[in-house]
């Protein structure tokens, strides 16, 4: 069986995009781009501004993921997962709600807030907005990789469980009271992967594989880190591009 | 695919803090729900749960730290190789709340990674090979499965799941804030139920290739045959009123085990006793098995609704139901809820058979499916 990453979508704090639009980059500012729900989901998407910010990050790259592998419309719900890796998830989240709780002894508990004080509710607005009926889950990792995510990802199309995944990393930083645990920002990326055997029209950057001690390959090339994949996967499209055009 | 063999397992409950001292209390068919004292919950729809009175709270570590010690001790020796798969929904929230109180607090703990990195000291595991898994109250039936799927599918040989979560004001206030905590011990399945009540409690299992196992002498205590997961895609905190998501999950987990629907001796139901979530279970095993529905059942009665932990706790409870060939009582359960007549009893029900399926369902629209085999002694 072929599995091949057919998208990859991105936020962070250099801007957001997708894999056949644009080089993959990372910035090195604090804020991110402010999020145009018109630029982002084929179909209005009236709840989006009422979401918090994680859920907000996290289901932006997951849009332009899909719209880079042409999976955005939909009219039947699909068999497709999505698995998303974190390390603060939505702590900042956690943390404006219990800020609700702490007057009048929780009489002013927020219910909207603690609806998104779960790390995977995100998934389920985008199984909801996409039609996506597949596994949805979060791994929560102590540094941000997301590469046990991809092997989990192979393994279940391999298996014959989803025959497309949507993978990658969500991750909002810290919340204020742990600001001095860590420094790092705001980031999504998500890929989607599909068995090319299903569909061989499908769009390619090039094939994933496994080795025996849980490696990963791309285009038979170790993978050690997400946005380098991110990077080589876009890089290499356009110089691809570019030739064609000259 | 390669068979997957539980070789050990535990539970630390409300109940008990062993499975023998839980499973002993499930069967007397009371319940371990009792008022809380651990925060002030007079502002809250309901004051019950049920708590470990072991658990104190011991310095700046958070109560997961105390919980997961009271749980490790029963881990019998482990494979150096094994992955190690937590899950959990909250963690230490509890180290959060001290913090916003300006209590000292270990910071990390409030991270659900750190599940992984305190269970992996105590076992000694060094091989780094550790993730948790958040997947609502769905969490640990999820991690159960993605460690069966990599032993079936051979790119691992052993691993050790293991669940917690613990009541903190956090999350009562959350669920009282949802109007979903019952004023009463929870009554899954009962005509008359009026929402969940909250657990804490732990949960470890052990799982290894057959192949391993028999190479270390070890027996099988059960097996697990089949997995599945599914999205509703209808609503984040509201199940889908036809179990979409869960006949799905059902059906990918018989369909892994390469059984028919009557095969399953009985059904350990997510049951959290809220209106919602027992229609909907009931809609879709209805659906699964039409008129040969299997007898249900819930603990969540007896050791309340333990969130991310409870599907790893029913699964090693589901596993001793089946070697017992017992189905333990609904506790809570008098009036049946249209649809659960005949199938669901406040007393323990002998059964004859050698497969139980475990379900979980949770926020965010997602269901998971276990299918249990009987194994050679527990």
Known sequence: MKVVISGIGWVNTSG??????????RGC?????????????????????????????????????????????????????IISSTVFSCLNTDEQYYETVLPEEGRLASPSLFAYTLPNAFLGEAAIHFGLSGATYVINEPTLSGLFGMFLALNSIKRGEHETVIVGVCDYGPPPILSTVSNSIPEALFFVLQNVELNKKLLSYG???????????????????????????????????????? | MREVWITDSGVATGAGLSLEETWQTLLTGKTAIRDITRFPVTSYRSNLGSCITKLQPSGSASLIHVLLHLLVDQIGPVPEDSLLVTATTKAGIDNLEKLKRGVAAQSRDI?????????????????N??????????????????????????????????????????????????????????????????????????????????????????????????????????????????????????????????????????????????????????AAFHSVFDEDCPPIYSVKGCIGHTFGAAGGIEIVLGNKALSEQTIPPTVGFSEPETGAEGLVSSQPLSIKGDYLLVTNSGFGGINAAIVLKRGAQL
């Open chain 1, 16 to 25: 957001y995009s997708q894999g056949r639009q644009a080089i993959f980059s």
């Open chain 1, 29 to 81: 500012e604090e804020k991110l781009p402010k999020l145009l729900p018109k630029s982002l989901f084929l179909k209005p998407f009236h709840r989006f501004g009422r979401l918090d910010e994680y859920s907000k990050l996290g289901l932006a790259a997951i849009a332009l993921a899909l719209k880079d592998a042409r999976l955005e419309a939909w009219s039947r719900v699909r068999n497709i997962a």
């Open chain 1, 207 to 246: 094939e994933l594989t496994e080795g025996k001690e849980m490696q990963l390959f791309f285009n038979s090339e170790e993978i050690t880190n997400l946005n380098n994949l991110a990077h080589k996967c876009t890089y290499t499209h356009e110089m691809k591009k570019r030739d064609n055009a000259s």
């Open chain 2, 111 to 127: 991270l659900p990674s750190a599940l992984s990195s305190i269970i992996a000291q105590k076992l000694s595991l060094t091989n």
């Open chain 2, 129 to 282: 090979r550790s993730l948790n898994i958040s997947a609502a109250c769905a969490s640990s039936t999820v991690a159960v499965a993605q460690a069966a799927a990599l032993i079936s599918s051979g790119a691992i040989e052993s691993a050790v799941i293991s669940s917690a979560d613990v009541i903190t004001e956090f999350v009562f206030s959350g669920f009282s804030a949802l109007q979903v905590l019952s004023p009463f011990p929870c009554k899954p399945f009962d005509k008359y139920r009026a929402g969940l009540s909250l657990g804490e409690g732990a949960s470890f299992l052990t799982l290894m290739s057959a192949s391993r196992a028999k190479r270390l002498g070890l027996h099988e205590k059960g097996i697990i045959a089949g997995f599945g997961i599914a999205n509703d895609a209808v609503h984040i905190t509201a199940p889908d009123r036809n179990g979409s998501g869960l006949i799905k999950a059902v059906m990918r987990a018989m369909d892994v085990a390469k059984i028919k629907k009557d095969n399953i001796a009985g059904i350990s139901a997510h049951g959290t006793g809220t209106i919602h979530n027992d229609l909907m279970e009931l």
